[in-house]
């Protein structure tokens, strides 16, 4: 289950979900294991190359909307700005822009993958 960018959801949500997934497992006396993951920096982590690959594969993307999307996150200028000093501009090759509306959706997408290893209920939440 998603929580984070979903309207009405959010890490409480998320908690609630997983304390109610754990009990119900231990009142049917199954196993239980609980593993969390924390991707800090996840938003600048991500591969430009790996995501194209699997906006193209994973879920068809191609043409136009594949090439504007890689123009969108590919070669994209940074700079540092101290005390109005601007440094050289810096080119990023991974990582989508935070605060973009598309970071989020870009993420989710490419971290989507995750469900064809985990074969059991889990639940994402982005804060």
Known sequence: ????????????TALLGVVND????????????LVLLDLSSAFDTIDHDILLDRLC??????GV????????LCDRPQRVVVDNVSSQPCFASCGVPQG????????????????DVIHVPWNRCHD
Not at 57 to 62: A, C, V
Not at 65 to 72: E, H, I, Q, R
């Open 65 to 72: 909307v594949l090439d504007w999307l890689k123009s969108y």
């Open 22 to 33: 754990v009990m119900m497992g231990i009142d049917d006396q199954q196993e239980c294991v």
């Open 1 to 12: 289950m998603q929580s984070a960018y979903r309207f009405h959801h959010s890490t409480e």
């Open 100 to 115: 973009s509306v598309l970071g989020p959706l870009l993420f989710s997408l490419y971290i989507a993958s995750l469900e």
């Open 57 to 62: 594969n994973r879920y068809s993307l191609s």
